[in-house]
C-alpha cells in the first residue's frame, strides 16, 4: 500500500478512497494552509499504514471509478483529532467538505 494523500492510497494499480474522512486537498489546494494541513495528513497516513498495517475492506466504487474502502484500524479519529481531516460522511448524500483554508 502506498499512501497517495490524507484520504487516499493505491494497492498496486489500484487507487482506493477511504471513507469515514476527508483530508485536505494535497494535488490542487486551495491555499497555502490547506497544503500545509494535506502534507500532515499525509504524513500521518503513512505513519498508520506503517505502523498498524491494516486491514482494507472494500465497500464499492465511487463516482471517479476509486475502490470505496475502510480500513481497521480506522485512522480517521486520530486524523480528525489533529485538526487535519474531518469526519466525512455519504449516506447517500455527503456532508459538505470544509474550507481548510479559512477555517480554524
Given at each position: 500500500?502506498?499512501?497517495?494523500?490524507?484520504?487516499t492510497?493505491?494497492?498496486?494499480?489500484e487507487r482506493?478512497?477511504?471513507?469515514?474522512?476527508?483530508a485536505p486537498e494535497l494535488h490542487s489546494p486551495a491555499c497555502?494552509?490547506?497544503?500545509?494541513?494535506?502534507?500532515?495528513a499525509?504524513?500521518?497516513?503513512?505513519?498508520?499504514m506503517v505502523e498498524k498495517r491494516p486491514i482494507l475492506?472494500?465497500?464499492?466504487?465511487?463516482?471517479?471509478?476509486?475502490?470505496?474502502?475502510?480500513?481497521i484500524p480506522d485512522p480517521g479519529p486520530a486524523l480528525v483529532a489533529r485538526g487535519i481531516a474531518e469526519e466525512y460522511i455519504c449516506n447517500p448524500r455527503c456532508l459538505r467538505k470544509k474550507d481548510w483554508c479559512n477555517a480554524r
Open positions: 500500500m502506498v499512501v497517495i494523500d490524507g484520504d492510497i493505491s494497492v498496486g494499480h482506493v478512497r477511504l471513507q469515514g474522512f476527508n497555502a494552509r490547506e497544503l500545509e494541513l494535506a502534507i500532515q499525509k504524513e500521518f497516513l503513512t505513519r498508520w475492506i472494500r465497500t464499492g466504487v465511487d463516482r471517479y471509478g476509486r475502490t470505496l474502502a475502510r480500513i
